[in-house]
């Protein structure tokens, strides 16, 4: 297939290709941009294949993952938000022997030359040949994962998996000349590189925030700049609740797709009375993004579900248990080729051909896909699975807890058992008595937590937020028991 | 990837997907009638993994052609209006035994079993698997090409053919769910069978048409039945013909896909008028429809243009020559995978990796491109190319000709010259000297025919009603000169 920048500059030179800070380029200005960095890093870079980049939302950052790309190289998107040993790991896993860096980044990392951008904005033009072709098959970007469950893993990623990964979104939620999609989550994440890529498919036009701007981002929607946004649950909440009571989004703005977490009931009526469709989704770094997605106008009567398996995508259930939940597997053309240095590890995710998630769930009689929890948060008590998810959730709905974690110890006589670690709201709390009873009113009694314990430290959290669970069992001072 | 059909049962089970006559079929219902007829057909059908059908635009031969597909055998699509010699030899070539056949079709063909539809729908219901999966790699249909240079050639169109060139359209013309299509081009011939392809993988609602009904048709788009219609020259003529003066379309009908030849600037303009655009494109079997495509808005400013290369295709011209007139060479997943029992044809028809299609064109300062004829057509005159079409267009102009065409004929002096075969209009005429005189005015010297014929004959058309002008050449009486 053609270079897809060079395409677009073909196909639509003047149609905007994206908007930063007041700054607006067509496709024919950002390709032009690109061009001339990449000119510019060809005098900057030695030979590796591979190149990392650190960076946040910016009109630079956005425009060197291009020219890395129009470079052939493969383009290590490495989490801004890593600590030095952490991004140490991936360079050395990668590979890596440079790093291009915001020029805000400022720690040191060992055994890489860094590059800030200004240096090589400021640097000569040298001759280079762009990529005229994108080979489907050719891994172009390289993402770890956050890895709740261990090391991480650098997922490989090809031309053919984001390609495939825009037509199936563009199959689901539909295609307009005039569509306008805001990446205020991060570029280095699949959410947002994700957005840079159908950007280049579709000839779309991104509205790139480098920070999640709530006032800002709620104005330029009610402003009808935009037609679609990618969400976490927090930002969706947060973009409704900043909306002034009453006040409807326009007609232009279509989607919210949320990622990372099925959303509340309240917080979709809130969308509902904006007049705005939520699009709930499940996908991960290894799938390019979402592969399976709720319709809007299914997302009150199938609340918690997240959907239905995108067009290029199939999903089965394995492994299921007399209730139906089992291994969440699928195959899809997004699927990456492979895990950096862990060639055994990927091929490990393998059964018959579908790839498994790690994920558990069940599938209702029409099909809908409802996650229960990761495979190794499973709980197995007394012949009975157990998965936190679901209890968190309840206890969630108590106003005196800010967040709850639940978690398996084992158990002479049960196998395992569940206990919770609760962080409580400022000045609130509540006794072992008080848990166990409001458990009782809305679980089985075998999902109940056997024991309550008061949070001493700091969550342990992935890069990315969630709280890895392995970590706790392991880390936490479970002393701090709840009488 | 999943079977089309069932993934559609599964996303979108109750949208519209066919509407015939009155008759609306959701997915749901739509695969449920397809299943029933493939368990009929189970029970007719021998061993041959392709079957031929021989149907207009009914709804059962829609549902026949569904069936036969979710079988796993090739549809051989037969062209309607075929002669039984013509027919014969595209089975013979196929290795066809069995014909399924609309009941109105009467004639008899040979060596082949010959099932009438009301033969199938009564018999009796067989156990069926039914394909699972679509492999993109399969070759799903077979059509013939029609054939203006010789024998016809059976091109292989896989799933995968008809996969991008769904996707390859939605990218350039959008997608939205509430698309509904009017299929009243053939579906025997690529431009409806793409159509209905289009529908299982956007999940689409096709309108379908056995006649060109334009007072229908109008009706249909004017109520806002529809968005889209794929039209040739004449359809679109007659559609803006019969819309009263001053009226509109409704903004819910929003593109006419053209092919098979350019339109005028009278018929644009009236289309603009009535506030729809036009998408004059490019296209063959081979190339599983459209892959060129003129965006509305450079319909004027590009006139005479079929535009640019959509984003899965690239193209390029070869063997220019000084005017930069040269080959139309393409790049495309969808491009056929073979003609059938003549792939030294196939392979002759590469260069380089481009398919070369036979056409001659140019590309302006912003690629667009325009075609000139085809390359048999061309003639050599003293160290000039010569297009037919060019001069053809030319002379059309004049209201006394109805229909001409040009060719080469050997010439001592200049190696080739172009003569004209002109059809007038009832009761008209126009000397030999007139027809010079204007040529003059209008085209360079050597493009001028040197003489000029009365048609003598009916005009030597294919199925599709193009003018074969290799066998007007060689067949036509050339006496009748005009003095």
Redo the contacts between chains.
């Keep these: 297939?053609?270079n897809w920048l060079t395409?677009r500059v073909?196909?639509t030179p003047e149609r905007t290709a994206i908007t930063y800070a007041g700054q607006q380029l067509s496709f024919l200005q950002l390709s032009q941009a690109v061009e001339k960095l990449a000119q510019q890093l060809a005098s900057k870079l030695d030979d590796n294949p591979r190149v990392a980049i650190l960076t946040t939302n910016t009109l630079t950052g956005y425009e060197m993952i291009l020219a890395l790309q129009q470079l052939g190289r493969t383009v290590v998107l490495l989490n801004y938000r890593l600590a030095p040993t952490e991004i140490a790991y991936q360079l050395n896993d990668a590979d890596v022997t440079q790093v291009l860096q915001t020029d805000s980044y400022t720690e040191s990392l060992a055994n890489v030359q860094q590059l800030p951008f200004s240096e090589i904005t400021a640097a000569p033009l040298a001759q280079v040949e762009l990529q005229s072709n994108f080979d489907l098959d050719q891994v172009t970007t390289i993402m770890y994962t956050s890895g709740t469950t261990g090391k991480p893993k650098g997922v490989e990623q090809t031309f053919g998996n984001h390609f495939y990964s825009a037509?199936g979104s563009?199959?689901n939620l539909?295609?307009?000349?005039d569509d306008a999609w805001v990446a205020a989550v991060p570029i280095f994440h699949i959410s947002g590189l994700s957005i840079m890529m159908r950007s280049l498919?579709?000839?779309m036009e991104v509205r790139l925030y480098e920070r999640f701007d709530v006032k800002q981002i709620n104005a330029d929607i009610i402003n009808g700049e935009v037609t679609t946004i990618s969400v976490v649950p927090t930002m969706l909440k947060s973009l409704l609740n900043e909306l002034p009571v009453g006040a409807t989004y326009p007609s232009r703005f279509k989607t919210m797709l949320l990622g990372g977490g099925p959303s509340d009931l309240a917080t979709l009526n809130k969308a509902q009375l904006a007049g705005v469709g939520v699009v709930q989704s499940y996908g991960m770094t290894e799938t390019a993004s979402q592969i399976i997605a709720l319709d809007p106008k299914d997302a009150l009567p199938k609340m918690g579900s997240v959907g239905?398996?995108l067009?290029?995508v199939?999903l089965r259930v394995a492994h299921m248990t007399t209730e139906g939940v089992g291994r969440v597997q699928v195959k899809s053309?997004t699927l990456t080729v492979g895990y950096l240095n862990k060639m055994d590890k990927y091929e490990a995710s393998f059964e018959d051909g579908w790839f498994d998630t790690g994920d558990m769930g069940y599938q209702d009689a029409e099909?809908y896909l409802y996650l229960v929890g990761r495979e190794g948060d499973m709980i197995s008590s007394g012949g009975e699975n157990v998965f936190p998810n679901e209890i968190e959730d309840v206890y969630q709905q108590l106003p005196e807890i800010k967040e709850i974690s639940v978690i398996g110890v084992s158990d002479e006589h049960w196998g395992a058992v569940p206990v919770a670690v609760i962080e409580f709201n400022q000045g609130q709390q509540l006794t072992h008595q008080a848990l166990v009873d409001f458990g009782r009113q809305h679980l089985a009694h075998y999902k109940v937590p056997k024991n309550y314990y008061r949070l001493t430290n700091d969550w342990p959290r992935t890069a990315s937020g969630k709280i890895q669970r392995y970590l706790l069992q392991e880390n936490t001072n479970l002393d701090d028991k709840i009488l």
């Design positions: 297939m053609q395409k073909d196909l037509v563009a199959l539909g295609l307009s000349a498919i579709y000839g239905k398996a067009f290029p199939e053309p099909g």
